[in-house]
């Protein structure tokens, strides 16, 4: 008989909290059925510890605690999500500036003449295989990173380092004529 009071205070406590945990949680994740599934969450958690819990434990608060904890997790998890796309927006912000300034700043006689290919083509040549090709996939084939990283079978980030290897390496050899 205990158990069916146990069940029939929990449906109680669970019919009158429920919608207002629910308004809660929307209030700060904005999204009716995350805050659903957290108050739901916290409702089970609470069934399933009651047992554990100190007798003096409020089954209000303790259920409201859970889902603070899991609105404030949810928040933080969207805070990183938005720093990262940041830092990627950017990140192609600057590669954008830099691929505008350096083609404004380009000048076709400049690149033709007989020294300056001398020491580009000598530059590339002494850097390893796997570089010279991957920077020549890119900047003679036109080939952007991600067709360079699945030609190659390698990650973007690979792309990347091996093509700013021979740029920073072009650039010590030409540094003369910069």
């Given at each position: ?52 819990l100190s007798p003096d434990t409020n089954p209000l608060a303790y259920i409201m605690t859970i889902i603070k904890n899991k609105c404030l997790n949810h928040l933080q998890h969207q ?46 040549n002494q850097l390893p295989k796997k570089t010279r090709r991957i920077f020549l996939m890119s900047r003679v084939e036109g080939l952007s990173y991600n067709v360079i990283a699945v ?28």
């Amino acid at each position: 008989m205990e158990r069916y009071s146990d069940i029939q205070a929990f449906n109680q406590l669970f019919n009158e909290y429920y919608s207002r945990f629910v308004r809660f949680a929307v209030g700060y994740v904005k999204d009716k059925s995350v805050a659903e599934d957290f108050a739901s969450e916290a409702f089970t958690s609470y069934w399933e510890n009651r047992k554990d819990l100190s007798p003096d434990t409020n089954p209000l608060a303790y259920i409201m605690t859970i889902i603070k904890n899991k609105c404030l997790n949810h928040l933080q998890h969207q805070q990183v999500q938005q720093r990262v796309a940041s830092a990627l927006r950017d990140h192609s912000e600057w590669m954008l500036r830099t691929k505008i300034s350096t083609l404004e700043a380009c000048d076709p006689d400049f690149f033709f003449s007989g020294e300056i290919q001398q020491i580009i083509d000598s530059t590339l040549n002494q850097l390893p295989k796997k570089t010279r090709r991957i920077f020549l996939m890119s900047r003679v084939e036109g080939l952007s990173y991600n067709v360079i990283a699945v030609k190659m079978d390698l990650s973007q980030k690979s792309v990347e380092y091996h093509i700013s290897k021979a740029l920073d390496l072009l650039r010590d050899s030409l540094k003369d004529f910069m």
